[in-house]
């Protein structure tokens, strides 16, 4: 486990930052010598609001420039002009730091735009492959009429990808990690990670960190082995994926095995690193558009904040937004909104329960820091009902769960102490149904219907 030390008390909130102060995403002029708008002010302007929150931390999308969505860079070493300039960037750090959040930046290192310098080089040139000085990219053949076509990304021409079996592609994706490091991030997210060898990173974030100790390096990874990604490319963490999927399809469904199984697998990982996890993310559709029944997205807040792992969540969700992601053009756009220019005030009203929800479980979180490395072991288990202890040394909470029509309960010992309520709601009670007197009774939780509690032992 690699993970600096600071990492253990990170909860991020997430921000698209293209979408965040409401650029636009397909400008009909996408060269990045379009005129600078200085729209990073916005954000600043939501730094309270996540402290208030409880974050500890940002973690912000695509920031340099790029020619539609940030996805598909051509300079690395300059902000959006859609956002601002370093001077905007400087303050936002600076900001953030003075309130104590640690950033983290989006690193786009498998694939660039087809502006990116080096690759418009090589297109000039005419060159195949060895006939280019830079030898950053795959050709994969040619078009009709003669034209190189480079390897892309999952099918998407205008992202080309870089060949990471190149020294001078791992020498510039170092240079770029360290030179925004050394203007103060905190750390980077791996955009794409799966796609990209992992020898490749293996290479650069040593060099990295060599430089930079302190820095905290997550890949987005979907499927496959996460635990053999984390250590064979020297990662700290990835995206907990799995998890993700399993809490709102085990709720939406109704059936809570699908998400013991996978707190099971989650266990696995927590053994050797811990995870990123979520329920939303610039990628997927909101947790409240995939949860139909709006008694059940508390669940799955819970959840992310009782289970080990180093939560993000994000911006909008907090608020209960919706938003569904559809495979077409513009597709991304309901799930990446804008935030209001002028603040709070303008924000639905019926969002602030759900925001003083995530207050709440964030501050039983940063009570009990030890959650960060928790493992979790089933109580009581059927379709609808779900309770789960989660402990780490002599620390523990017990999270019940109840999608049902019904009330359940669960017994369960004192072990010696109080059994108290932390969050939700439940009655404790002896076998005998009046209040537990003696240290060493059991007792009797019961659940209201569609409810959920925290109890600590």
């Known amino acids: 486990m690699s993970e600096p030390a600071w990492v253990e008390h990170a909860v991020f909130w997430q921000l698209y930052p293209l979408g965040f102060v409401g650029a636009d995403i397909d400008p009909g002029d996408r060269s990045i010598d379009r005129p600078v708008e200085h729209r990073l002010g916005r954000i600043i302007g939501w730094l309270d609001y996540a402290v208030e929150l409880g974050v500890s931390g940002i973690a912000l999308g695509p920031l340099f420039a790029s020619q539609t969505h940030g996805y598909d860079t051509v300079d690395f070493f300059r902000i959006d002009p859609r956002l601002g300039d370093e001077g905007d960037f400087a303050a936002l750090i600076g900001a953030a730091h003075e309130r104590g959040l640690r950033v983290v930046l989006d690193g786009v290192?498998?694939?660039?735009?087809?502006?990116?310098?080096?690759?418009?080089?090589?297109?000039?040139?005419?060159?195949?492959?060895?006939?280019?000085?830079?030898?950053?990219?795959?050709?994969?053949?040619?078009?009709?009429?003669?034209?190189?076509?480079?390897?892309?990304?999952?099918?998407?021409?205008?992202?080309?990808?870089?060949?990471?079996?190149?020294?001078?592609?791992?020498?510039?994706?170092?240079?770029?990690?360290?030179y925004w490091l050394d203007r103060g991030v905190d750390g980077w997210r791996l955009d794409a990670a799966y796609a990209v060898p992992s020898a490749f990173w293996a290479t650069v974030l040593p060099r990295v960190r060599a430089t930079h100790p302190d820095v905290y390096i997550f890949g987005e990874v979907i499927h496959g082995d996460y635990a053999d990604s984390v250590a064979e490319g020297t990662l700290?963490?990835?995206?907990?994926?799995?998890?993700?999927?399993?809490?709102?399809?085990?709720?939406?469904?109704?059936?809570?095995?699908?998400?013991?199984?996978?707190?099971?697998?989650?266990?696995?990982?927590?053994?050797?690193?811990?995870?990123?996890?979520?329920?939303?993310?610039?990628?997927?559709?909101?947790?409240?558009?995939?949860?139909?029944?709006?008694?059940?997205?508390?669940?799955?807040?819970?959840?992310?904040?009782?289970?080990?792992?180093?939560?993000?969540?994000?911006?909008?969700?907090?608020?209960?937004?919706?938003?569904?992601?559809?495979?077409?053009?513009?597709?991304?756009?309901?799930?990446?909104?804008g935030f209001p220019a002028d603040g709070h005030a303008a924000l639905p009203a019926d969002g602030w329960n759900t925001y003083r929800l995530h207050q709440n479980l964030i501050g039983l979180r940063r009570r009990h820091p030890w959650l960060h490395r928790a493992q979790s072991t089933t109580i009581a288990l059927t379709n609808t009902f779900y309770v789960y202890e989660v402990r780490s040394g002599a620390d523990s909470l017990v999270v019940a769960l109840n999608v049902g029509d019904r009330d359940e309960t669960f017994e369960r010992g004192r072990g010696g102490?109080?059994?108290?309520?932390?969050?939700?709601?439940?009655?404790?009670?002896?076998?005998?149904?009046?209040?537990?007197?003696?240290?060493?009774?059991?007792?009797?939780?019961?659940?209201?219907?569609?409810?959920?509690?925290?109890?600590?032992?």
Request: proline share 5%; no cysteine.
């Open 417 to 457: 102490g109080a059994f108290d309520v932390l969050a939700g709601s439940a009655r404790v009670s002896s076998g005998g149904g009046a209040a537990a007197t003696a240290p060493t009774d059991a007792v009797t939780v019961t659940v209201p219907a569609h409810g959920w509690a925290v109890l600590g032992a």
């Open 109 to 178: 290192f498998n694939h660039v735009g087809r502006e990116f310098g080096p690759f418009e080089r090589v297109v000039a040139s005419g060159a195949g492959s060895g006939e280019s000085p830079l030898r950053w990219f795959r050709l994969t053949g040619r078009g009709p009429s003669g034209d190189p076509v480079f390897e892309n990304f999952e099918g998407h021409d205008a992202l080309v990808a870089l060949n990471h079996d190149e020294p001078a592609v791992a020498d510039f994706v170092t240079h770029v990690m360290t």
């Open 236 to 337: 700290d963490s990835l995206t907990q994926y799995e998890l993700w999927k399993a809490i709102w399809s085990s709720i939406s469904d109704a059936n809570f095995f699908e998400l013991a199984a996978a707190l099971d697998r989650h266990n696995a990982f927590l053994s050797s690193f811990t995870p990123v996890t979520f329920v939303g993310n610039h990628d997927v559709s909101r947790l409240a558009t995939v949860l139909d029944d709006p008694r059940h997205r508390e669940h799955a807040h819970v959840i992310l904040l009782t289970v080990g792992g180093t939560p993000t969540i994000y911006y909008g969700d907090e608020q209960g937004f919706t938003g569904l992601k559809e495979e077409r053009v513009g597709g991304d756009d309901a799930i990446r909104p």
